[in-house]
């Protein structure tokens, strides 16, 4: 073996060798295959007058057995030297007190555990400390029983408590400085009933948690960073985490407590979930947060698990909920929830804050059904579609002269009014918000031919339009309608359509300038809506309802010459039907009576009316008072008076079109009265009488003359006259149409 003195002020470590050393002593033994070399360490002084030079020469003399020498001169830097030595690894001392045992021995043995194995002895504290010559430390925290995760102490502090028969459940540990930076730190807990759990480390949780059980040791290991892990690292923490919740539903009060992944509520009983409460075994990891979306109420706040969400003896039913998990509970778990809805059915599943239910649509919660799973754990299937809301619409026109007019939504202005501007083409899109489905257009430009359908955004043509028809199509058609009215050239607004009726007029030749489209839920109706006036046809057949006052045992008004009003208005009632009749297929005409018989003016007569669907109602009578000096023709349409409540008729009394299209009627069959009779004009006059309020369609009341006017009494009772009044009649009604 060769040997080498090198007199050298630090180690050398050299390739494929390894150096000890002794601090007593002055020297280091540095061992390679061939070569023993010698390392005499420099004085103070000899190393001040070193630090003096540019260099260190270190000159070594080798003997070999052929007595040959040679000289090699090898230049090292100082500064550099410790690069050359190994590096001491940190030691980690651990020690561990152990229920009915106490604080144990100390231990830095790297393949030593600390507390016991086999013995059902609960660790209850420990303490780390870590030697080394980085910067940097070990800290380390305990979830203890009763007390949940404490904080993180270090370099010796106890974590756990003593003398409080608490035991540790779980811990983390983790480095700083330049320790973390150049080691992992590596531990296991051995668990009750579990054993050796796998290994977690820089901070994860290691134990368990939920079970009630306890830690009994903790083995702890430093690894350098890129190195693998001592052992398995899939499952280091078990954690017993369960959830549990009850509803409040309508007319049974709160239901017994279900577990996880469970249905609270009912199905099939149309019965609203009111309330909700959700439970955690535990909450050391984080919160279930819950809010619900109630009828009349809108969004409640966030609540976490243990409190009421929603309300108990106020009928308000949930109609939507979100929950979510907050700190690491949110990161270990997703949590899923679905909503069974009224009208609907069972949605598809959200999760994690998503909203589940409906809002908007006036559907209440029946049921829920929640799961917490594992991230990583097979999960439900989401579907499409895990909320519901108020569907709407939007569009947009082309206007002759404008061109493309900007987008519009729901109930708004397509088009223009009052500028005589043909309405060109336009767009139309539901805006559904969880149905499938959309929405079809047509469009007539003559009134007789229709343009193919169009749907969901397309164009509907380019030229000017007289009729028009929307549908909804999918599945959205089962939960809502559509309803649209047009603003015809000539005429203005006419009445709403709905769900594929048409609007607009024919063989009129007027265009359409502008429509409204709107989309609501099934059932609630639609402000304005009558089911007629929507569309005129010139050619088409007419609807008249002739209502001859009185009759019967009601005689109504009586002369001095003993002319009773109901004969009056029966005769002129018939010459007005046969007039009408007499233009072939373009009138139908039905009377409340024929003959001398009573029928009730309250409801019976709207309502025979109503049933027929009838376009307009004319009631007949003859007018008395005055003190026998007033005389003349007057035409009542209808006015609301608070103290005349409407009884068959509520929806539409008071509609705006019905009135606009009630006056039209009154004014067209005035003046053609007062044209064909040269009769006193009285004018046109509002009041509240049942038949006017009660009949859906247009209605007016017509007081031909004065029964009790000497004058007029005997013009009322002769044919002649009777047929002009009916001339009048007859025409104003004709008029009123073709206008």
């Keep these: 073996m060769k040997k080498i003195a090198i007199p050298i002020v630090l180690f050398i470590s050299l390739i494929g060798g390894f150096a000890y050393a002794d601090e007593n002593q002055s020297k280091t033994t540095i061992s390679t295959e061939n070569t023993e070399i010698t390392v005499e360490s420099t004085s103070q002084s000899e190393l001040s007058k070193s630090k003096s030079s540019e260099q260190d020469t270190v000159s070594t003399t ?81 979830h203890v029983r009763n007390v949940g995760w404490q904080n993180f102490v270090q370099s010796g502090q106890v974590a756990g408590t003593t003398g409080r028969a608490l035991s540790i459940e779980a811990l983390k540990i983790q480095l700083t400085g330049q320790l973390a930076e150049r080691y992992d730190i590596y531990y296991r807990v051995h668990v009750q009933n579990f054993g050796w759990l796998d290994w977690a480390k820089n901070g ?145 599943w959200a999760k994690n804050g998503e909203i589940a239910g409906s809002t908007g649509m006036g559907y209440h919660l029946e049921a829920i059904e929640i799961k917490m799973i594992s991230k990583g754990s097979p999960t439900p299937s989401q579907g499409t579609r895990t909320f519901v809301s108020q569907s709407s619409i939007k569009s947009q026109a082309i206007v002759s002269q404008l061109g493309t007019l900007n987008w519009v939504g729901n109930n708004q202005i397509i088009g223009t ?21 959309g929405i079809n257009y047509s469009v007539s430009e003559n009134g007789k031919d229709w343009h193919s359908i169009t749907s969901d955004g397309a164009l509907s043509n380019n030229s000017s339009i007289q009729i028009v028809k929307f549908n909804l199509t999918g599945e959205i058609s089962k939960y809502f309608d559509v309803y649209y009215r047009a603003y015809v050239q000539n005429i203005g607004w006419l009445g709403w359509a709905k769900n594929g009726s048409n609007a607009g007029t024919s063989n009129y030749n007027y265009h359409i300038e502008a429509i409204q489209v709107a989309i609501q839920r099934k059932n609630l109706g639609f402000g304005g809506y009558t ?167 247009p209605a007016v009341l017509i007081e031909t003359g004065y029964i009790d006017n000497s004058s007029e009494v005997y013009k009322l009772a002769s044919k002649q006259y009777q047929e002009k009044i009916a001339n009048g009649i007859v025409n104003g009604i004709i008029e009123y149409f073709n206008k």
């Design 62 to 142: 080798t003997t070999t057995e052929s007595t040959t020498e040679s000289t090699t001169t090898s230049t090292v830097e100082t500064q550099n030297a410790h690069k050359l030595v190994e590096e001491k690894a940190p030691i980690i001392e651990k020690q561990a007190h152990i229920r009915n045992v106490g604080w144990m021995s100390i231990t830095n043995d790297d393949n030593a555990y600390i507390g016991t194995v086999g013995r059902n002895l609960p660790l209850e504290a420990f303490k780390l400390k870590v030697q080394s010559d980085y910067t940097g430390d070990v800290k380390y925290s305990a």
């Design 204 to 348: 994860e949780e290691a134990g368990s948690q939920g079970f009630a059980y306890h830690a009994e040791a903790v083995d702890v290991k430093l690894v350098e960073k890129g190195q693998t892990a001592p052992g398995n690292t899939v499952n280091p923490f078990k954690l017993n985490l369960s959830l549990t919740y009850n509803a409040h539903v309508s007319n049974i009060g709160w239901m017994s407590s279900l577990k996880n992944g469970s249905i609270a509520g009912t199905t099939g009983r149309n019965l609203p979930l009111e309330a909700l409460e959700l439970h955690l075994s535990t909450n050391s990891l984080g919160n279930v947060l819950a809010r619900a979306h109630v009828r009349s109420i809108g969004w409640q706040n966030w609540t976490e698990s243990g409190k009421q969400i929603g309300t108990t003896g106020r009928a308000l039913p949930i109609e939507a909920l979100q929950f979510k998990l907050t700190n690491s509970l949110e990161k270990k778990f997703d949590i899923y929830y679905r909503a069974h809805i009224q009208n609907v059915g069972w949605l598809g």
């Design 417 to 437: 009014v009052g500028k005589n501007l043909p309405l060109l083409g336009f767009k139309t899109v539901v805006e559904s918000n969880g149905f499938n489905g």
């Design 531 to 697: 089911g007629q006036g929507n569309y005129l046809d010139k050619n088409s057949r007419r609807l008249v309802f002739l209502d001859p006052g009185h009759g019967g045992y009601d005689p109504g008004a009586t002369s001095y010459t003993g002319l009773r009003e109901k004969d009056v208005t029966l005769s002129i009632s018939k010459i007005v039907r046969d007039k009408l009749l007499q233009y072939g297929n373009k009138y139908e005409v039905i009377m409340s009576r024929t003959d001398d018989i009573y029928v009730d003016f309250k409801t019976e007569r709207s309502e025979m009316s109503n049933r027929a669907n009838a376009d307009i109602f004319v009631s007949v009578h003859v007018n008395s008072g005055g003190g026998g000096s007033a005389k003349g023709v007057e035409v009542y349409w209808y006015e609301y008076d608070s103290a005349y409540q409407p009884v068959v008729n509520q929806k539409y009394h008071n509609d705006p079109i019905r009135l606009r299209n009630s006056e039209r009627l009154a004014n067209s069959i005035q003046n053609n009265i007062i044209k064909s009779t040269g009769a006193v004009n009285r004018g046109v006059r509002r009041a509240t009488y049942a038949v006017v309020r009660e009949a859906k369609a």
